[in-house]
């Protein structure tokens, strides 16, 4: 072949490879700067909607963690918002967030943690202490002890010594608790043994265990939930649970993977071409805010089709927020050793 032809050639292949690099980029690249446009959009309907959060699952911890583990420009004065409301509940309560639901704590914790806040002097209570009561955590079943576990090791926090309990916790029977409630498919179900899996309790316990795959138990544990949940992903790249596929069920997954520090595009979890984001972004409605189900599919008891709702926003939202977070090599949402105290 002509030595200017073979040339001309070479350039041109050199050029299309190029081409074809940078069109690779521009679409990485144009789908984290979409990304991170949603969560924006989602941070100011999140503020707008809820401009004085309190001590609540919803309008309450969820907001402010995922507003806080997003690393926006957030008023430092929404934050001192909750905080003095979480003082004046816990004032007026006596320390006591819930006779029975022993999550309320775990929650606060968190949320606290995350912002900067001292969990161990709330108005002069330690929030920590409610967690040293085995019988009272597990009241809950699995839920209990699922959620002990992530906040205490938000910040590696120490179960204080309790004598007022009757069983004094400690972070080894909340994980043989939990490993013990393991289903035979590998799943976990808050429903108990007679339930299949639940991609929500799974993917919830997966970030409980996170911090424990140095114990070999946990470790085996661990990779067969991992292969339920791949097992039971649907087509859509998403999960059904109490008979309808559902944000909240995807986003519980996508935490599970980051925390345990793979990546939610892991080949394991693309079916059909279509990985966790993908199907977490279809619920998103332009302007902010996420839906519990797409409109025109079967309910299942949660919030209408189709429309924004305060709980698939909250999670949406902290889903998108671990899944930056991830991709941006920094600690995992749950991971809040990176937060400076006030």
Not at 28 to 35: C, H, K, L, Q
Not at 49 to 77: Q, Y
Not at 155 to 160: G, L, Q
Not at 178 to 206: H, K, N, Y
């Amino acid at each position: 072949m002509n030595y200017k032809l073979k040339r001309v050639l070479s350039i041109i292949l050199t050029l299309i490879i190029a081409c074809g690099l940078a069109a690779c980029t521009t679409t990485s690249s144009t789908t984290e700067d979409g990304i991170e446009e949603k969560i924006k959009e989602t941070a100011d309907f999140m503020i707008e909607s809820i401009p004085n959060p309190t001590v609540s699952s919803l309008g309450g911890e969820w907001t402010v963690m995922s507003l806080a583990r997003s690393d926006l420009d957030i008023d430092k004065e929404y934050f001192e918002n909750y905080y003095n409301n979480v003082i004046n509940t816990v004032k007026e309560n006596k320390g006591v967030l819930h006779e029975r639901k022993y999550t309320e704590y775990s929650r606060v914790i968190l949320a606290l943690t995350a912002i900067g806040k001292d969990p161990t002097d709330v108005a002069g209570y330690n929030l920590l202490e409610y967690l040293a009561d085995y019988e009272k955590v597990i009241f809950q079943g699995i839920n209990g002890p699922t959620f002990a576990l992530i906040a205490l090791d938000s910040n590696s926090y120490e179960i204080p010594i309790n004598p007022k309990v009757n069983i004094q916790a400690t972070r080894e029977m909340y994980i043989d608790y939990i490993l013990e409630r393991q289903l035979p498919d590998g799943g976990f179900s808050i429903m108990g043994d007679d339930t299949p899996a639940d991609p929500d309790m799974t993917g919830m316990v997966l970030q409980a265990l996170s911090k424990y795959q140095d114990i070999p138990k946990v470790k085996e544990a661990t990779d067969k939930a991992l292969t339920c949940l791949s097992n039971i992903q649907l087509d859509t790249g998403g999960y059904s649970s109490w008979g309808s596929e559902n944000s909240e069920s995807v986003v519980q997954v996508i935490m599970a993977l980051t925390e345990l520090g793979i990546d939610p595009e892991d080949e394991r979890f693309v079916k059909g071409d279509n990985t966790l984001i993908d199907n977490l972004l279809t619920y998103y409605a332009d302007g902010g805010g996420f839906m519990h189900i797409k409109e025109g599919q079967q309910g299942n008891g949660g919030a209408e089709a189709g429309v924004v709702d305060p709980m698939a926003t909250d999670q949406g939202m902290y889903g998108l927020v671990a899944y930056k977070r991830y991709k941006d090599g920094k600690n995992s949402f749950y991971n809040m050793f990176d937060v400076k105290r006030d």
